[in-house]
């Protein structure tokens, strides 16, 4: 049985920093491919950032290029989410997701296993 749990959230003040983990169990996770999701209250479920760790392919979503950047530690089953320059409207539930592929989607509806999510809440 696949298991993603994320790790990692919490308040902080905007123009901060922090690192979501992501652990993987119930298999080898190195023909996968893992994605970051956020959503806000609100608002629909959306695409953050994704790594294939079968190619080594990484996708990041506009809004978080230059500040957002995933990692993979293969020997751990671990994929991370390095958050820098946050901003108040990067508040949300961050979620882990894990499908079978080469290509980093951007669907959630691509993915098969998903986390229980983390909260993230950047102040003004």
């Known amino acids: 049985q696949v298991q993603l749990v994320e790790s990692g959230g919490g308040l902080v003040q905007a123009g901060g920093s922090l690192t979501l983990s992501c652990a993987g169990s119930?298999?080898?996770?190195?023909?996968?491919?893992m994605g970051w999701f956020r959503q806000a209250p609100g608002k629909e479920r959306e695409f953050v950032a994704a790594v294939s760790r079968r190619t080594a392919y990484i996708r990041y979503a506009d809004f978080v290029k230059g500040r957002f950047t995933i990692s993979t530690d293969n020997a751990e089953n671990t994929v991370y989410l390095q958050m820098n320059s946050l901003k108040p409207e990067d508040t949300a539930v961050y979620y882990c997701?894990?499908?079978?592929?080469?290509?980093?989607?951007?669907?959630?509806?691509?993915?098969?296993?998903w986390g229980q999510g983390t909260q993230v809440t950047v102040s003004s």
């Open positions: 119930g298999r080898t996770f190195s023909s996968y491919t």
């Open positions: 997701a894990a499908r079978r592929g080469s290509g980093a989607y951007i669907g959630g509806d691509e993915y098969d296993y």
